[in-house]
């Protein structure tokens, strides 16, 4: 009678250990997930802020353009304002200038001596590899979780320093053209005031 009371427990004991080890498996899997969540998060993050750059120097640039055709005609029928539209035309350039520096795609990959590029994500890293180069080395770089992670990372890095470019140009584009607001207003009002 003893030896069949130990049975259930036995069996009750191995169904606890079965199901911890199912939690404890499943929860590893979560937290994989997890981690591969949160670079998925931040690479769209930093994707999207690429956009908003992208969209604000578009703005700048279509400013500019209107800016240009405004000023022909205030040129010609007020020439007594000219020094202070030549003053804000010469900034807003430079602000062109910047926000053209902002949307222009600049990256140098040469194909790198090891055969394998920096950045497999990345379409400038990769374009210099064959099809057949680029899948394989791709493949091998999705071994496991912790290499996909890596790769996740290392496109991260690089989409932010392409980031840490294009705002340090925006910034410089709006500092260049509140600079030329702000001296063209001036030069207005001295030329206003000198007028009357």
Known sequence: ?????????????????????????K????????????LRTAQQHHV???????QKANIVLGTFLIFI????????????YSMAMWILSAFFTIS??????VITPRFRNPKPASGKP?????????????????????????QDNEQARTLMMRDIYQIGKVLDKKYVNLRLSYLSLGTGIIAS????SVLHLSSL
């Open 1 to 25: 009678m003893a030896t069949m009371a130990t049975m259930p427990e036995q069996d009750n004991e191995s169904l606890k250990v079965e199901r911890r080890n199912s939690w404890l498996d």
């Open 27 to 38: 929860h590893h899997a979560s937290q994989q997930g997890d981690v591969i969540y949160v």
């Open 48 to 54: 999207m802020l690429g956009m908003i750059a992208d």
């Open 69 to 80: 055709t405004v000023t022909q005609t205030v040129l010609e029928n007020h020439s007594q």
């Open 96 to 101: 062109a200038i910047f926000a053209l520096l």
């Open 118 to 142: 920096s950045n497999l994500l990345f379409f400038g890293s990769f374009s210099v590899l064959d099809q057949d180069e680029f899948v394989n080395a791709l493949r091998d770089s999705l």
């Open 185 to 188: 207003a001036i030069s207005f």
